[in-house]
């Protein structure tokens, strides 16, 4: 019997909580021992619930217990999630996370103790939720050179844009629900502005090139720029528009950003609604491989979470690592080149200089492949509405 704790019981710890219980069988099958969730960390009151005698409120408790080999983080933040993290590892402890800020912010550091101590620290379920992902980048595509990676990694905002743009839903409604799915951040500004798809495509471009980026260095947008004249004059010309996050190889550097895109209808990316997430990696020996499953949630996250457990107890784990970068190894994403996406008004210079779609008052066009730079150069002359790469 191998004994773990769970830090923070809200929607994923529930989860987490929720799959060890019901899958106890198929997990001692799959690992050769039971696994026993002996605490779980939380500052609220559980008494007279079903978890009265597993909740502590004490940190220390987890932390000097030795017959406790791995705990799950669940509590999120960067503060006090940081601070159990790091005593559990050096306490040599296991510690799993779906904690994506802690991950981007704070993994260097402890993945520096966790290998020191000789334990794992794991983070699965910290993007794309409950899709494999970080496992198949570290062990299945270990053999390829990745140049790329990009993709759908926050749900809330594919949820809401699915919502608004497909269901006529207004943007509060939108959030809401997301909020009562349990798919929003505590603070949802972190997924409205794309902080959290920041946070993932640092760890992804981490995995994938080797070296830290740290979300500061990613330049972020969110959807609120998105307009549903947007969306309809992207259906027009044969376009979605998604949040996408994406990561580069560009020489020794890597280009990475965060910003709605659109993509051809025709691609499964396009495809991708509600609260789903896709993750493409291009490989230079498998190509492209596409990711895709839900990508928050409680049971999708738990899942990954629990998953991390099962291999942290079991010994089987390789824990994913990267190094740190040097100066100036994150290039600035305005010298990437693209086709581009502009909405502009019915009566500038847009219409006369390039193939145009228009509304009663304004019109949208696609800008063959340039940089930022040269596309400010190009547009100089018109008040530009919006402006989207499209990914090809
Ligand atoms: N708020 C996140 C999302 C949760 O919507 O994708 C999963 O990381």
């Known amino acids: 019997m191998k004994k773990v704790a769970l830090l923070g019981f809200g929607t994923v710890g529930g989860g987490v909580e929720e799959v060890l219980r019901v899958n106890r069988d198929e997990i001692a099958k799959n690992i050769g021992e039971e696994v026993e969730l002996k605490y779980i960390l939380d500052i609220r009151d559980f008494t007279g619930t079903p978890f009265e005698k597993q909740v502590v409120s004490d940190i220390s408790i987890i932390e000097n217990d030795p017959e406790i080999v ?36 704070k993994g260097l550091e402890l993945q520096a103790i966790a290998r020191e101590k000789g334990v794992c620290f794991l983070f699965e379920a910290s993007v794309g939720g409950g899709i494999p992902i970080i496992r198949p980048l570290t062990n299945d595509l270990a053999a390829n050179r990745i140049d790329e990676v990009f993709g ?27 909020q009562q799915n349990g798919y929003a951040e505590a603070d949802p500004t972190a997924d409205i502005e794309g902080i959290d798809a920041c946070r993932k495509i640092c760890i992804l471009s981490d995995l994938c ?15 609120t720029c998105v307009t549903a004249q947007d969306t309809a004059f992207a259906e027009k010309l044969g376009y979605a528009i998604k949040l996408i996050a994406r990561a580069k190889r560009v020489g020794e550097g890597v280009s990475a ?3 709605p895109h659109l993509i051809s209808s025709e691609k499964l990316l396009a495809n991708v609604s509600g609260v789903m997430n896709a993750v493409v990696v291009r490989g230079n020996a498998v190509g492209d491989c596409l990711f895709y499953g839900a990508g928050a949630g409680k049971l999708p996250t738990a899942s990954a979470v629990a998953a ?4 942290a107890v079991s010994g089987r784990a390789k824990s994913p690592e990267w190094t740190e970068a ?12 693209s086709r581009w996406y ?4 019915k009566s500038s210079a847009l219409g006369e200089k390039f193939d145009c779609v228009f509304s009663e008052n304004e019109c949208a066009a696609i800008i063959p492949e340039c940089t930022e730079t040269e596309l400010s150069g190009i547009l100089a002359s018109i008040e530009v509405r919006s402006a989207f790469r499209i990914i090809e």
């Open 326 to 337: 040097p100066e100036g190894y994150v290039i600035p994403s305005e010298t990437l080149s």
């Open 342 to 345: 502009v909405r502009a008004a």
């Open 152 to 178: 759908i990694v926050n749900g809330t905002t594919n949820y809401i844009l699915f919502q608004m743009l497909q269901c006529g839903k207004d943007f509060d409604t939108a959030l809401r629900e997301a």
């Open 308 to 311: 991390d457990l099962l291999d």
């Open 209 to 223: 090139f080797g070296k830290n980026v740290s979300p500061e260095s990613v330049r972020t947008r969110g959807i």
């Open 257 to 259: 950003y965060v910003a």
């Open 70 to 105: 791995a705990a799950a983080e669940c509590i999120g933040g960067a503060t006090i999630a940081y601070d159990f993290v790091k005593r559990l590892l050096l306490a040599g402890k296991s510690v799993v996370t779906s904690n994506k800020e802690l991950v981007a912010v």
